[in-house]
Nanobody
Framework: QVQLVESGGGLVQAGGSLRLSCVAS????????MGWYRQAPGKQRELVAT???????NYADSVKGPFTISTDNAKNTVYLQMTSLKPQDTAVYYC?????????????????WGQGTQVTVSS
């Protein structure tokens, strides 16, 4: 079993910064991709940024520049550094990971989600 636990959300004024963290734990063989998605009230969940085990990154156009995704592979942790925050960045941010798990030799790959962390940007 694998768990993703996020932290770092909160309330910040427009123009401010926050750093989100997500730690993966459990029967992990390999973390293939980690990323962040967000869901604002009344809207669908959308991609924010992803990073592969090789360090390749992908960002939504709306966050390119102000947001940076990174990992600490030794700690199975992904970070999202968010700067120049805007009220439209207000959402619940979810950690996502595609992980190959230890399972008696078969080692399947599954997609996992964290419980979400609220980010609120006031104007």
């Amino acid at each position: 079993q694998v768990q993703l636990v996020e932290s770092g959300g909160g309330l910040v004024q427009a123009g401010g910064s926050l750093r989100l963290s997500c730690v993966a734990s459990g029967s992990i063989f390999k973390i293939n991709t980690m990323g962040w998605y967000r869901q604002a009230p009344g809207k669908q969940r959308e991609l924010v940024a992803t990073i592969t085990s090789g360090g390749s990154t992908n960002y939504a156009d709306s966050v390119k520049g102000p947001f940076t995704i990174s990992t600490d592979n030794a700690k199975n942790t992904v970070y999202l550094q968010m700067t120049s925050l805007k009220p439209q960045d207000t959402a619940v941010y979810y950690c996502n990971a595609k992980i190959t798990v230890l399972s008696g030799g078969r080692n399947p790959t599954y997609t996992y989600w964290g419980q979400g962390t609220q980010v609120t940007v006031s104007s």
